[in-house]
């Protein structure tokens, strides 16, 4: 194949990547929750970013991998690294949003949204130390992960915490 097919076909495949995750628009709203590759549920640019280089990055591999046939292992590899790299992209969206609501700083008050254990550490492996009332108010230490500490010592899960 000639180096002109080759550039042909990695272009398509990197449009392809560049429109993967609104390629397929009827598929994404017919879907109760967002899968990742067709549409993502978390706000930011890496998801169209990552199905960009991954069907390029798809492309590449896919011409060099089949020997009769590159421009059509150019664009299945363009549209396999655009899936990939789409489902990749809104993984680290999805992680800095998680990241971004999970972040209690320190004298900031929040109340019990519901009855929660006190726990020694944050997990539910850690023992209980205590209890909060639903609408008990209290001071945020810090955070782990999913995980809030109050002062005086304790952690309680950031899912039954508001403002």
């Given amino acids: ?4 097919k ?3 076909a990695i272009a398509a495949a990197a449009v392809l990547g560049t429109l993967a995750p609104a390629a397929l628009p009827t598929m994404a709203m017919a879907q109760s929750r967002a899968n990742g590759i067709t549409n993502c549920d978390a706000p930011g640019g890496r998801q169209r970013a990552g199905a960009l280089i ?3 990055i798809g492309a590449l591999a896919g011409s060099q991998i089949s020997d009769n046939e590159r421009a059509l292992g150019a664009v299945a590899g363009g549209a396999a690294g655009a899936a990939a ?3 990749v992209g809104c993984n680290q969206q999805r992680a800095r949003q998680y990241q971004s ?6 004298g900031d008050q929040y109340r019990a949204s519901s009855n929660l254990n006190i726990r020694s550490g944050p ?3 850690y023992r209980t130390v205590g209890r909060l009332s639903a609408g008990q108010p209290f001071t ?17 899960n950031a899912h039954y915490v508001s403002r």
């Fill in 6 to 8: 080759l550039t042909v």
């Fill in 101 to 106: 609501n999970y972040n209690y700083g320190s």
């Fill in 123 to 125: 997990g539910t492996n």
């Fill in 54 to 56: 991954g069907g390029v």
């Fill in 1 to 4: 194949m000639s180096n002109k």
């Fill in 140 to 156: 945020a230490t810090g955070s782990q992960g999913e995980w809030v500490q109050i002062a005086g010592g304790g952690w309680v």
């Fill in 85 to 87: 790299g789409s489902y």
